[in-house]
């Protein structure tokens, strides 16, 4: 596709329930990254990918939070049992190499947890 | 990575230059300028990115003072679409380097009519 693309862009899910997001890259871009938004902040890094390889998962706030890429190219981050301070959106970008800062990013998806 | 320092507010008049600054007094040589801007319900969006020498293209210009401890982003011609967060960000490059951007709470430009 032309841009990043991530699904669903609205998730509400009750204390304790897991919940899985999509990312879709765009077309051939090596590295892949989450990040985490709260309201009224700048995004902050969760974890990077190279091609299907986590490099970098320091950012993930707990062992509740995983993602993982298996064929290199769609992503899915998923949160167990979640909180209400896991509430946030969660924007997945994408950059053609493993060495560029030019990111890419979809318009995210907005996670509230009731 | 060096600290950004950014106003929280400004605005603009429409059709007028936006002059954005960011002081970045703690940077190293190596380290790149780039400026990243999210309009609202949206993800960040790149602008343009600079070493030492002054950057432009399409969408702005960057002007990175000779002793490089501060930069000003400019939008020559401002439009209401440019109303957004505008994020000064300052990352190493090379080596291991990657996308790990800390982007900070950036300035909030708004453009009036």
């Known amino acids: 596709g032309a841009g990043v693309s991530q699904s669903p862009r609205y998730k509400v899910a009750k204390r304790g329930q897991d919940v899985a997001l999509r990312c879709d890259p765009i077309?051939?871009?090596?590295?892949l990254f989450w990040y985490q938004q709260a309201l009224g902040q700048g995004p902050e890094f969760l974890t990077y990918?190279?091609?299907?390889?986590?490099?970098?998962k320091s950012g993930l706030p707990s062992d509740r939070f995983f993602a993982e890429r298996p064929e290199g190219s769609v992503s899915t981050l998923k949160i167990q049992r979640t909180q209400q301070e896991d509430s946030a959106v969660y924007l997945c970008?994408?950059?053609?190499?493993?060495?560029?800062?030019?990111?890419?990013f979809g318009s995210g998806t907005q996670l509230s947890v009731l | 990575d060096a600290k950004t320092t950014q106003p929280p507010s400004m605005d603009c008049a429409e059709g007028r230059a936006a002059n954005l600054p960011c002081n970045h007094s703690?940077?190293?040589?190596?380290?790149?300028v780039y400026w990243y801007r999210q309009i609202h319900s949206q993800g960040p969006q790149y602008i343009i990115h600079?070493?030492?020498n002054n950057e432009t293209n399409e969408m702005a210009s960057l002007i990175i003072t000779e002793d490089r401890k501060s930069s000003t982003l400019i939008l020559p011609h401002a439009t209401l679409r440019d109303t957004a967060v505008y994020y000064c960000?300052?990352?190493?490059?090379?080596?291991?380097?990657?996308?790990?951007?800390?982007f900070g709470q950036g300035t909030i430009l708004t453009v009036h009519p």
């Open positions: 970008a994408s950059s053609r190499t493993g060495f560029s800062e030019k990111l890419f």
């Open positions: 960000i300052v990352r190493g490059a090379g080596g291991t380097s990657y996308g790990k951007l800390t």
């Open positions: 600079g070493l030492k």
């Open positions: 077309s051939g871009h090596v590295s």
């Open positions: 703690t940077i190293s040589g190596n380290e790149y």
């Open positions: 990918f190279q091609n299907e390889a986590q490099l970098d």
